[in-house]
């Protein structure tokens, strides 16, 4: 009887002893995947998510025009009020053809029933219809007129995961800086476009400090960055300010805001543009590379260059509450074209 209880402890010893050990090998096991993770910015692995749900719908612009221009005889230069109704073939001496591009970002906000509907900044894909180039000389009584560019033609291009697809522009604000582009799909075609996801949130909840995710392409290059938010009643119908690091590109990229209880991540508004200025500066002429001379002090032509420069940290938004308000004033021909928003509605 002895042995027989001594025998039955030690098999309850051994299966005690064999639990313990699978029990420590699984805990091992769960402690180190969690160490082999990275902590998220968010300090959340949800907001991570949301955050990948939100670039989902944020998709690559690319928008170039080309201009036909006609150059004037520069010693019978005319006026602009002489060039109208007059065939610019017959009055030039040189005509070119020059190409032109801009970058952005766009949210893909409708896709149903055969056409889908995209928002952007208005002005990454406006395009002047014409542009006149006046002469550098001032006196005259009216201003002459050294050249004219007329728009020959111009191609949006939405890069998509795994192709390129053009779309038209068929909704602008010029003022709000804000545009719908759209496309109709043949039957045949079925494009991988994801409509936003995300809740539409109330951008009139912003507050001074609250932190902000932006979505977009600068670039060309995929990215998210977050930025703080100052309410500046000095931006007019733009609404937001933002302390985010712009380049070209991350125009009509998505804002995203994470909510108190952190229980969701909502749509909050649009990226519109950065603050600038025009930098005036002498460049010399243009050199090839074998004149190119780096230890040998330059004695050629200095001609003036402009160019648009960024002020870094800077940066003007689009509220949601201000692109509501864009699709309301907007809302009968989008739904004639067949486009409806139900994030705006």
């Known amino acids: 009887m002895k042995q027989y209880i001594f025998s039955l402890f030690c098999l309850v010893i051994s299966a005690t002893l064999l639990s313990g050990c699978s029990g420590s090998e699984k805990t091992a096991r769960i402690v180190h995947e969690t160490e082999t993770r990275y902590m998220s910015s968010t300090g959340s692995d949800f907001m991570r998510d949301e955050i990948k749900k939100g670039m989902e719908s944020v998709k690559r ?66 395009f002047p219809d014409t542009i006149w180039h006046f002469a550098e000389e001032r006196g005259f009584v009216q201003e002459k007129v050294e050249a004219v560019s007329v728009r020959q033609s111009v191609s949006r291009v939405l890069i998509g995961s795994d192709d390129v697809f053009g779309f038209e522009m068929v909704v602008n604000d010029p003022d709000r800086d804000l545009a719908v582009l ?126 648009q420069q960024i002020n870094y940290g800077i940066t003007f938004a689009v509220s949601v509450d201000q692109i509501k308000d864009f699709y309301s004033e907007n809302r009968d021909e989008l739904r004639r074209l067949g486009i409806t928003i139900r994030a705006l509605e």
Do not use: C
């Open 61 to 126: 612009l690319h928008n170039s025009v080309s201009y036909r221009t006609y150059q004037f005889d520069l010693d019978n230069l005319p006026t602009q009020q002489e060039l109208i109704n007059t065939d610019f073939d017959s009055r030039a001496v040189q005509t070119t053809v020059d190409h032109h591009s801009k970058a952005g970002s766009a949210l893909i906000l409708s896709n149903r029933r055969g056409r889908t509907a995209l928002l952007t900044a208005s002005h990454i894909v406006t």
């Open 182 to 307: 759209s496309r109709n799909w043949k039957p045949n075609e079925r494009p991988r476009l994801t409509t936003l996801r995300l809740p539409t949130g109330n951008s009139d909840a912003l507050d001074w400090t609250d932190r902000i995710y932006a979505l977009g392409y600068p670039l060309g290059i995929e990215m998210v960055t977050s930025a703080m938010i100052s309410k500046s009643g000095q931006t007019g119908r733009r609404g937001m300010v933002l302390d985010a690091s712009f380049n070209r590109g991350f125009s009509g990229g998505s804002l995203f805001a994470v909510r108190g209880d952190g229980s969701a991540m909502e749509w909050v508004g649009i990226i519109s543009s950065a603050s600038g200025e025009t930098v005036d500066y002498l460049v010399p002429d243009q050199l090839r590379d074998e004149n190119f001379r780096p230890n040998l002090e330059y004695t050629g032509a200095i001609y003036t260059q402009r160019n």
